[in-house]
């Protein structure tokens, strides 16, 4: 069964903590993405990549940065925790060899920075 | 950022009714698609539309599109507690390859 694996389900870490989040694909999908979804805000894109170390901003990318060294993996790093970074992360990856497929999510990261 | 809109925000049904979402957006729809989320959970994949394409099924799924409206329907027949769920919809910007738009999600409730 194929799947977007991210490494926690919940995390908690304190402000001005660096946090990891890491996300790996067994689809040899070309491309991934970060997007955090907040109640009434719905799912912003924070980064994305579309080959190995390669990367583009999405809508929300302050404070983040992101890594891809591997085709199978993508990692999302918060710099320095904030508050405002409480949120559930989901990664998913996308191939261009059948845009039908669609994305195919994670099950999320809920990260509470306290 | 953009946005579609989805309609209604919130649907609360009875098993065994159907249930019918909406999705607009203002930039014209290349191939639609729509997604599943249990609640805590990441999005599951249901079914896309071709922009060439006006209706698809899916088992108890009933997409349909009209690209002159930048509109699409999600129509989920004789529904089960199990459908529970915000359905999304999502659609690729113009000129990107990569990126989707979403959707505002719809919140269904089927009551037992």
């Known amino acids: 069964d194929v799947k977007v694996t991210q490494s926690s389900r919940y995390l908690v870490k304190r402000t001005g903590e660096k946090v990891f989040l890491e996300c790996v694909q067994d689809?040899?999908?070309?491309?991934m993405f970060w997007y955090r979804q907040d109640p009434g805000l719905g799912l912003r894109l924070i980064y994305f990549?579309?080959?190995?170390?390669?990367?583009e901003k999405g809508d929300i990318p302050e404070g983040y940065s992101v890594s891809r060294e591997k085709k199978e993996r993508f990692s999302l790093i918060l710099e320095s925790a904030s508050t405002n970074q409480t949120s559930m992360y989901l990664c998913?990856?996308?191939?261009?060899?059948?845009?039908?497929?669609?994305?195919?999510f994670g099950s999320g990261t809920r990260l509470t920075v306290v | 950022s953009q946005q579609g809109e989805e309609d209604p925000q919130a649907l609360s049904i009875q098993e065994g009714e159907n249930a019918t979402m909406n999705c607009s957006y203002k930039?014209?729809?290349?191939?639609l698609q729509w997604y599943r989320q249990n609640s805590g959970r990441g999005l599951v994949h249901l079914i896309l539309?071709?922009?060439n394409e006006r209706e698809k099924h899916s088992g108890r799924l009933r997409v349909t599109l009209d690209t002159s409206k930048k509109s699409s329907s999600l129509l989920i027949t004789a529904s089960r507690a199990a459908d529970t769920a915000s359905y999304f919809c999502?659609?690729?910007?113009?000129?990107?390859?990569?990126?989707?738009?979403w959707g505002a999600g719809t919140k269904l409730i089927i009551k037992p």
């Open positions: 539309i071709r922009s």
């Open positions: 999502a659609t690729p910007p113009p000129g990107s390859n990569y990126q989707l738009i």
């Open positions: 930039t014209s729809i290349n191939n």
């Open positions: 998913a990856s996308s191939t261009n060899r059948d845009r039908d497929y669609g994305y195919t």
């Open positions: 990549s579309y080959d190995v170390k390669m990367k």
């Open positions: 689809m040899d999908h070309e491309n």
